[in-house]
C-alpha cells in the first residue's frame, strides 16, 4: 500500500514523465530534428575514426597474440569483429532512424 507521500510523488512523476515525452509533440512545427543530427554527426565523425581504430587494434593484436599461443578462440574473435560491426553501422542507422521520424 502506497503512503499518501509516495502517491502524490508518483502522480508528479508521471505528470512530469508525460510532458518531457509531448515536449516533441509541442515544437512539431520548429525544426526539433536539427540539433539531434548535428549531434549526432559530430559523434559519428569523432567516435567512430577513434573507436573504429581501437577495436581495429583490438583485433590485430588478438590475432598477434593467437598466433604465438597457437590458440585463436573464435567467440573472442566473433565479438570483436561484431563491435567493429555496430561502431560502424550503428551511427548509420542512427541516422537513418532519425530521418524516417523526420520525414513522418
Do not use: H
Not at 575514426?49 to 590475432?63: L, N, P, R
Amino acid at each position: 500500500m502506497l503512503t499518501k507521500k509516495q502517491t502524490i510523488f508518483l502522480a508528479a512523476f508521471a505528470v512530469a514523465l508525460a510532458a518531457a515525452f509531448a515536449m516533441p509533440a509541442f515544437a512539431a512545427d520548429a525544426d526539433w530534428v536539427k540539433p539531434v543530427n548535428e549531434g549526432v554527426k559530430s559523434l559519428t565523425s569523432s567516435l567512430v575514426a577513434i573507436a573504429g581504430g581501437v577495436i581495429g587494434i583490438a583485433i590485430v593484436g588478438y590475432a598477434i597474440w593467437g598466433a604465438f599461443k597457437q590458440r585463436l578462440e573464435m567467440p573472442t574473435f566473433v565479438t570483436l569483429f561484431i563491435c567493429g560491426l555496430l561502431v560502424g553501422i550503428g551511427p548509420a542507422a542512427i541516422v537513418w532512424w532519425i530521418d524516417l521520424v523526420k520525414q513522418s
